[in-house]
């Protein structure tokens, strides 16, 4: 049973303030990952984070998108260390949290084709699953033929794994508890993309990514269901509820 478990950005970070940590948010995730291990639940579990307030700004200072690419080697740097600073902290809540995790950085595992299509090298995370360790991944820059480097988001890293892997579960943690109506109210099931369109707004902060209605686009092109909550809904998640809004 895998489960593919994305921390959004704005959950572990202070999304308005640059580079900053949203430690008490991130140490409860930690927390909330370590035991359900320790129960036994989400055994094979590999993690995706966002940037929030790392990288989003590295990125779009550097006029870097997952389409606008750069050949600029400070740019790469900037932006791919800003991203591997925030992994560092990730890295080092779960393992506080006797979470078995390991850093893998898609800068190194992959790149995009001149169409823009992600070819990500899943062969580290299916061999560390295998081996009992966790690995853990995020957005990054990654190599574009053609264009230099450009972003790829943790959303995108969560479906392209969720195939190669063959995932069971996918569950995104994100600031909001679902996907909200028009009435700031949780809707339960979307399974068609064009029923939701006009409820879906931008996010409001600096993010070249995409914001919601990208990630359900994204999502319902996949084979397994996913899940979208908050954070206060990762225990139960884990667990293997379905709480917040379900995908496909
Ligand atoms: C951001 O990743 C990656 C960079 C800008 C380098 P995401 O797009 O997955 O981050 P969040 O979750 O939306 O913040």
């Known amino acids: 049973m895998t489960t593919i478990l994305k921390l959004g950005g704005s959950v572990i970070t202070d999304k308005d303030r640059a580079e900053t940590l949203d430690d008490a948010a991130l140490e409860a995730a ?10 036994g639940q989400a055994a ?18 550097h006029g870097v998108s997952t389409t606008q690419g750069s050949h600029d080697v400070a740019a790469l740097h900037d932006i791919h260390g800003a991203m591997k600073a925030l992994n560092g902290f990730v890295l080092s809540r779960l393992l506080a949290a006797d979470v078995p995790a390991v850093p893998v950085h898609p800068l190194s595992a992959g790149a995009r084709t001149g169409d823009g299509s992600l ?3 899943a062969a580290a995370v299916t061999t560390f699953l295998g081996e009992g360790f966790v690995p853990v991944l995020h957005g990054d820059v ?20 969720a195939t190669a892997l063959e995932a069971d579960r996918i569950g995104l943690c994100s600031t909001v508890p679902g996907v909200l109506d028009g009435e700031d109210a949780v809707i339960e099931r979307i399974d068609d993309y064009g029923a939701v369109e006009s409820v879906l707004g931008a996010s409001d902060s600096t993010d070249v990514t995409g914001g919601m209605a990208a990630k359900v686009r994204a999502l ?29």
Do not use: K, Q, W
């Open 44 to 61: 094979d579990l590999v993690v995706v984070h966002g940037g929030g307030s790392f990288g989003h700004v590295n990125a779009s200072d």
């Open 119 to 121: 070819e990500l090298n």
């Open 30 to 39: 930690a927390e909330a990952i370590g035991n359900a291990l320790a129960r």
């Open 142 to 161: 990654i190599a574009h033929e053609g264009a230099g480097v450009t972003i790829v988001s943790g959303d995108e890293i969560v479906t392209d794994l």
């Open 220 to 248: 319902l092109g996949l084979e397994a269901s996913a899940s979208i909550f908050g954070p206060e809904a990762l225990e139960a998640f884990l667990a293997g509820e379905r709480p917040g809004t379900t995908i496909g």
